[in-house]
């Protein structure tokens, strides 16, 4: 694995490729070209998320971490309704995917719990982070002010 992780990049990928697939299970399909694609993409949304996401939160130091996990969050939610949709539905595509349903099921479960546990780390960065310095007029008077030395 690389050094540097690209989470802008990473992220927008996995966001499109979400889509990409909530788009394409809107669409009549043909089971026998595209349940095989359809679950390998689910599969792979699945495990990639929970690699990139143990990434950022293994990683203590990550510069803008705060804005890596609001992008994981929408990621999430994103596929979280993905996958909603997958187990609700009665697309004949999906039908044919009825023996993955328990799996789908629990990838669900997962990503709602992850939906909540990076809310929280999201809650506990904004407590943590200190309150910005504000300076008075009366500081800026002071700051301002031409010293004696000045005027000459």
Not at 12 to 19: D, S
Not at 96 to 116: C, I, K, P
Not at 141 to 149: D, I, W
Request: hydrophobic fraction near 35%.
């Amino acid at each position: 694995m690389s050094l540097q992780v690209n989470y802008d990049d990473d992220f927008f990928y996995l966001a499109t490729l979400i889509k990409t697939l909530t788009w394409a299970l809107n669409l009549e399909l043909d089971p026998q070209y595209f349940s095989a694609r359809v679950h390998e993409d689910i599969e792979f949304l699945d495990k990639t998320l929970d690699k990139v996401s143990l990434s950022l939160v293994d990683h203590g130091m990550v510069h803008g971490k705060m804005n890596y996990l609001r992008t994981l969050l929408r990621t999430e939610r994103l596929f979280v309704e993905c996958l909603t949709g997958i187990t609700q539905s009665e697309s004949e595509l999906l039908k044919s995917l009825d023996s993955h349903n328990n799996r789908y099921g629990e990838m669900l479960a997962r990503h709602r719990r992850s939906l909540v546990l990076i809310q929280e780390s999201l809650d506990e960065m904004r407590e943590e982070q200190p309150e910005e310095e504000t300076i008075s007029e009366a500081e800026y008077r002071v700051l301002l002010e031409p010293k004696p030395e000045e005027i000459e």
